[in-house]
C-alpha cells in the first residue's frame, strides 16, 4: 500500500493509501449517490434547459417538436423524484446510511481545513493519526455497514475533539466564507446570467399568462448595471422589434415591467384603429376570432374573470405573435401618436393593447399620461420561456380560487 508525506493534505493523504479496489468501490459510491441524489432529477432538467432554450431562441420553429420533448422529460424527471424520495424514506437502511455518509463527508472536510490552517502548529504524529481514522471512517462509508461507519465515525470526532478542539470554533468563519461565496454567485448568476420574474397582471394576454414565471436573458443585450442603470458593452446584440423585455420603469424604479418592443430608436409609432404603424409602414395583422375570452384577474379582490377581445395575429416587422383589442374602440384612442422613439430608447406597447399601461401611457404612472419610452440601461432582459405558471384553470385550480398549477404553460417559448 502506498503512503504520502502527513504534510500533505488531508484528502490526497487518504488517496495515496487507498489501494486500486478501493479507488474503484469509492468511484462507484460516488456515481450511486449522485445518481440516487433528490437533486438528480431537478438538475437533468436544468441540463436539458439550457440547450433547449438555445435550441428554440435561434431556432424558433424547433418549438413545435423541442417543446412536447422536454415536458415529456420533465415529467419523467418528476417520476424518477417522486420514486426516489418514496424509496429513500421507505429504506430506512439507505436513509441511515446516507446520513451518517453526509455526517463523515463533513468531519473530514473540516479535519481538511483545520490540518491546513494549521499545519504549522500539528504535529506530524498527530496529523498521521487523523489520516488513518479517516482513511478507516471513509473504507467503512464505502462498505455500507452502518454500524461500523457509526463506530469509525465517532472515533474520529473523539480525535478531532481532542487534538484539534481548540480550532474547531474557527470553522464557523469557514460556514460564514461559503455562505458568502454562494450569495455571490447567486448574485451574479441574476445580475449577468438569468433572472426569474412573475407575470403579474393580463396587459401582455394572451403572449404571457398571469402567473407565469419566466426566466429572463440578462447578457443578451449586455451587462447592466443595477441602479446605476447603465450597460457599458453589448454581448450580443441591442434589443429588437418585437422582443419581450422586462425592464426597471424609468418613471418608478421601485417596479419592473414586462412589455414589447415596438418602437427602436429613431422610429416614428402611430397607432391608427388598432393598427401599428412604423414609419408610415402599417404592420401586417390578421383577425383570428372577434370574440376571444381571456382570464384575467382583479388587482384589488384577486378574483378572476373572463374578459372578451378581439384576437388578432400580428406580424411586427417579422415577430408573429398574438394581440388583443376590444371590440369597439375607446373614445381617443382611434389615432394614438405619432411617438418618435429618442436615441438609446425603445418605445413598448403591451400585447393586451387596450388595457395596458405602456410607453403610450406613462408606463402607469399616477396622473401621467404623456408617452414615456424605456432607457437601454433600464432594460434588464429579454423574456425567453415560461418556466412555470400558476394561473387559471390549473391543476387544484378549485382549491384555490380558480388559481392553479398549468402544466401546459411549461417551457411555453415567449414569442
Not at 479517516?134 to 461500523?148: F, I, K, P, Q, Y
Not at 378581439?310 to 411586427?316: A, H, I, P, T
Not at 378549485?398 to 417559448?413: H, K, M, Q, Y
Amino acid at each position: 500500500m502506498s503512503t504520502a508525506s502527513p504534510s500533505a493534505k488531508l484528502g490526497a493523504a487518504m488517496a495515496a493509501r487507498r489501494t486500486p479496489e478501493q479507488l474503484k468501490a469509492r468511484r462507484q459510491l460516488l456515481w450511486r449517490e449522485l445518481l440516487t441524489s433528490l437533486w438528480a432529477p431537478l438538475c437533468a432538467v436544468g441540463l436539458a434547459f439550457v440547450p433547449y432554450v438555445t435550441l428554440i431562441e435561434m431556432a424558433p420553429r424547433t418549438a413545435s417538436w423541442a417543446q412536447p420533448l422536454i415536458k415529456g422529460f420533465g415529467l419523467l424527471m418528476v417520476i424518477a423524484f417522486v420514486g426516489l424520495l418514496v424509496w429513500r424514506n421507505a429504506s430506512k437502511k439507505e436513509s441511515l446510511l446516507r446520513t451518517l455518509r453526509h455526517e463523515a463527508r463533513e468531519l473530514i472536510a473540516e479535519d481538511e481545513r483545520i490540518l491546513e490552517r494549521m499545519k504549522d502548529k500539528v504535529s506530524p504524529a498527530v496529523a498521521e493519526k487523523i489520516t488513518d481514522q479517516a482513511l478507516r471512517v471513509d473504507n467503512a462509508a464505502v462498505a455500507g455497514d452502518a454500524e461500523v461507519l457509526r463506530a469509525e465515525l465517532k472515533a474520529l470526532e473523539l480525535m478531532t475533539q481532542e487534538h484539534l478542539g481548540a480550532w474547531r470554533k474557527q470553522s464557523v468563519w469557514d460556514i460564514a466564507g461559503g455562505f458568502v461565496k454562494a450569495l455571490f454567485i447567486a448574485l451574479v448568476i441574476r445580475t449577468v446570467l438569468v433572472e426569474p420574474y412573475r407575470i403579474p397582471s393580463g396587459s401582455m394576454l394572451p403572449t404571457l399568462q398571469i402567473g407565469d414565471q419566466v426566466f429572463v436573458n440578462k447578457f443578451i443585450y449586455g451587462v447592466r448595471i443595477p441602479l446605476m442603470n447603465v450597460v457599458p458593452f453589448r454581448i450580443v446584440r441591442e434589443p429588437l422589434r418585437g422582443d419581450v423585455i422586462v425592464f426597471n420603469n424609468p418613471v418608478n424604479e421601485s417596479t419592473d415591467f414586462i412589455k414589447r418592443v415596438v418602437g427602436l430608436p429613431g422610429d416614428v409609432v402611430e397607432i391608427l384603429d388598432g393598427v401599428i404603424h412604423i414609419n408610415g409602414q402599417a404592420q401586417k395583422r390578421t383577425l383570428v376570432t372577434p370574440d376571444f375570452i381571456v382570464h384575467n384577474q382583479d388587482d384589488a379582490t384577486g378574483r378572476w374573470f373572463d374578459q372578451e377581445e378581439v384576437l388578432y395575429r400580428e406580424d411586427l416587422s417579422g415577430v408573429v405573435h398574438s394581440a388583443l383589442q376590444r371590440p369597439l374602440r375607446q373614445p381617443g384612442r382611434e389615432h394614438e401618436g405619432p411617438y418618435t422613439v429618442p436615441a438609446n430608447h425603445v418605445f413598448v406597447m403591451g400585447d393586451n393593447r387596450d388595457n395596458s399601461a405602456d410607453s403610450r401611457y406613462g408606463l402607469g404612472a399616477p396622473g401621467h399620461y404623456e408617452v414615456e419610452y424605456v432607457p437601454y440601461g433600464h432594460i434588464k432582459g429579454k423574456a425567453m420561456v415560461v418556466w412555470l405558471s400558476l394561473g387559471w384553470g390549473g391543476l387544484l385550480g378549485n382549491l384555490f380560487g380558480g388559481t392553479g398549477l398549468r402544466v401546459d404553460r411549461f417551457f411555453e417559448p415567449v414569442r
